[in-house]
């Protein structure tokens, strides 16, 4: 059984989630999660690798959103062709370990993309960390999107909804 976390075709779903980019290092990515009128929000921007820069984000503010009985994360989306992460944070910090899987749509239409919670990997700061406790899905407190990598330019990714399963 999934259990929604974010459905953005309700516009009000984006009000909670906020930018972190690559200023928080100094460099002059940014970007911003909208909800769009076609029923679906929209994280876009621009990467830019000038000042050491080279990745945006957005993320959800903290709440319960874990489900001990959970083995993957589901998100629907629609894109442009880039990598993307999801990430999911188990506490409500800014600057803490996340767990991080990778994604890349294909195509031009909407896609469920099913990601089993044992892909995502601990990183702190971009960079793995070995010996980290594995993801406890009971524990799952914020939601975020990135895209890196040195993927530099503008990018646009649509997104209905993302659910533990």
């Not at 970007?31 to 050491?52: D, I, K, Q, T």
């Not at 080279?54 to 993957?72: L, N």
């Not at 896609?111 to 899905?137: D, I, K, N, Q, Y």
Request: proline share 6%; glycine share 12%; with cysteine.
């Amino acid at each position: 059984m999934l259990q929604m976390l974010f459905d953005f075709t309700d516009p009000v779903a984006v009000d909670d989630w906020h930018a972190i980019d690559d200023r928080v290092m100094g460099g002059v990515s940014q970007s911003r999660l909208r909800h769009a009128p076609a029923g679906h929000a929209v994280f876009e921007g621009e990467v830019s690798l000038a000042r050491n820069g080279g990745f945006a984000s957005v993320r959800s503010s903290p709440g319960d959103r874990g489900r001990a009985d959970a083995s993957c994360c589901t998100i629907e989306v629609r894109g442009s062709h880039r990598q993307y992460k999801l990430s999911l944070l188990t506490d409500d910090g800014f600057d803490s370990l996340n767990y991080q899987a990778g994604f890349a749509p294909v195509g031009d239409g909407w896609h469920t993309l099913h990601l089993p919670l044992a892909a995502f990997r601990p990183s702190f700061r971009g960079r793995e960390v070995p010996g980290a406790p594995p993801l406890e899905a009971r524990r799952i407190r914020q939601v975020g999107l990135m895209i890196a990598a040195r993927q530099a330019g503008p990018f646009s990714l649509d997104i209905r909804r993302i659910g533990l399963g």
